[in-house]
C-alpha cells in the first residue's frame, strides 16, 4: 500500500511571513516619509512660499549667510541633506529583498520614486559644468548611484537582511542627529535673515517620523525571532 504525505505550509509559517510583509512595508513606508520630507517639504516654513526652505533649498541657503560666508562659521551643508541620500540609497536596496517578499504592485513603484528623489538631491542648477564641479560633485555621483541602485535592484535580492538592516539603523541615527546639529549651528542667523524666530518646521518633522518608523520596523526585523524566519523565508 502506497502512502502519500501530503505537505502542508504550517499556520506559523504563514503568520512568519505576513508579518514580514507588514514590518517590511513600514520600513519602505518610513524610508518613503524620509525621502519626501527631506526632499520637497518645508524644514523651514513661514506663510510666504518664497521664505519657506526645504531640506536642499537649505543646504543651499546656508552659504549666504554673512558668518558662514566670512569663515566664521563652518557649516557641513551637506549634512542637512543626509536623510535624503539615505532614502534614495536605501529604497532600491531593501525594496527587492527576497527575504521582504514584498508584491510586485509595491516594488516597481517604490523604485520609480527613487528618480525625482535622487534629482532632488542635485544642485539646483543642473549644468554639466555645475553638476561635476567639486562643490555638487558628491550630489551628483550619489543621484547617479541611487538611479543606478534602482535600476539593477532585483540583482541585489540576496542581499542578507538583518545586516543591511543594522547598518540602516546606525545611520538613520546619523541621519537624524548631524542635520539637527548643523541646524542648531545656524538657528542663529536665520533668525537675522528672517527678523524672526525660526525653527524647524513640519518638514523635518515628517522626516523625523520616517526616520523613526523605519527604524522601529528595522529594530523589530533584526530581534533574534524575526531573524531566524526571515532566514527560513531567504
Same mark, same amino acid.
Given at each position: 500500500?502506497?502512502?502519500?504525505?501530503?505537505?502542508?505550509?504550517?499556520?506559523?509559517?504563514?503568520?512568519?511571513?505576513?508579518? !514580514?510583509?507588514?514590518?517590511?512595508?513600514? =520600513?519602505?513606508?518610513?524610508?518613503? /516619509?524620509?525621502?519626501?520630507?527631506?526632499?520637497?517639504?518645508?524644514?523651514? #516654513?513661514?506663510?510666504?512660499?518664497?521664505?519657506?526652505?526645504?531640506?536642499?533649498?537649505?543646504?543651499?541657503?546656508?552659504?549666504? !549667510?554673512?558668518?558662514?560666508?566670512?569663515?566664521?562659521?563652518?557649516?557641513?551643508?551637506?549634512?542637512?541633506?543626509?536623510?535624503?541620500?539615505?532614502?534614495?540609497?536605501?529604497?532600491?536596496?531593501?525594496?527587492?529583498?527576497?527575504?521582504?517578499?514584498?508584491?510586485?504592485?509595491?516594488?516597481?513603484?517604490?523604485?520609480?520614486?527613487?528618480?525625482?528623489?535622487?534629482?532632488?538631491?542635485?544642485?539646483?542648477?543642473?549644468?554639466?559644468?555645475?553638476?561635476?564641479?567639486?562643490?555638487?560633485?558628491?550630489?551628483?555621483?550619489?543621484?547617479? =548611484?541611487?538611479?543606478?541602485?534602482?535600476?539593477?535592484?532585483?540583482?541585489?535580492?540576496?542581499?542578507?537582511?538583518?545586516?543591511?538592516?543594522?547598518?540602516?539603523?546606525?545611520?538613520?541615527?546619523?541621519? /537624524?542627529?548631524?542635520? =539637527?546639529?548643523?541646524?542648531? /549651528?545656524?538657528?542663529?542667523?536665520?533668525?537675522?535673515?528672517?527678523?524672526?524666530?525660526?525653527?524647524?518646521?513640519?518638514?523635518?518633522?515628517?522626516?523625523?517620523?520616517? !526616520?523613526?518608523?523605519?527604524?522601529?520596523?528595522?529594530? #523589530?526585523?533584526?530581534?533574534?525571532?524575526?531573524?531566524?524566519?526571515?532566514?527560513?523565508?531567504?
Amino acid at each position: 500500500m502506497t502512502t502519500y504525505t501530503v505537505n502542508k505550509t504550517p499556520s506559523s509559517l504563514i503568520t512568519h511571513r505576513s508579518s !514580514l510583509r507588514l514590518l517590511g512595508g513600514l =520600513l519602505v513606508i518610513g524610508l518613503l /516619509l524620509t525621502g519626501i520630507g527631506g526632499a520637497f517639504l518645508p524644514w523651514v #516654513w513661514r506663510a510666504p512660499a518664497a521664505l519657506q526652505l526645504t531640506a536642499p533649498g537649505l543646504a543651499e541657503f546656508v552659504k549666504f !549667510l554673512p558668518e558662514v560666508r566670512l569663515g566664521q562659521l563652518q557649516v557641513e551643508r551637506l549634512y542637512f541633506l543626509l536623510p535624503l541620500f539615505l532614502s534614495m540609497l536605501a529604497l532600491p536596496i531593501f525594496i527587492e529583498n527576497k527575504a521582504l517578499a514584498l508584491p510586485l504592485w509595491l516594488r516597481w513603484p517604490v523604485r520609480l520614486l527613487v528618480v525625482p528623489l535622487a534629482l532632488a538631491a542635485l544642485s539646483p542648477v543642473w549644468t554639466p559644468a555645475i553638476l561635476i564641479a567639486p562643490e555638487f560633485r558628491l550630489q551628483t555621483l550619489l543621484a547617479g =548611484l541611487a538611479v543606478g541602485l534602482a535600476v539593477i535592484a532585483p540583482l541585489l535580492r540576496w542581499l542578507p537582511l538583518r545586516l543591511l538592516l543594522i547598518f540602516l539603523v546606525g545611520l538613520e541615527v546619523l541621519a /537624524l542627529l548631524l542635520p =539637527l546639529w548643523q541646524f542648531s /549651528l545656524i538657528q542663529s542667523g536665520l533668525v537675522e535673515a528672517y527678523h524672526q524666530p525660526v525653527w524647524l518646521g513640519w518638514g523635518w518633522w515628517v522626516t523625523v517620523a520616517g !526616520l523613526g518608523l523605519s527604524a522601529a520596523a528595522s529594530l #523589530w526585523l533584526i530581534r533574534p525571532q524575526a531573524s531566524s524566519s526571515t532566514g527560513r523565508n531567504a
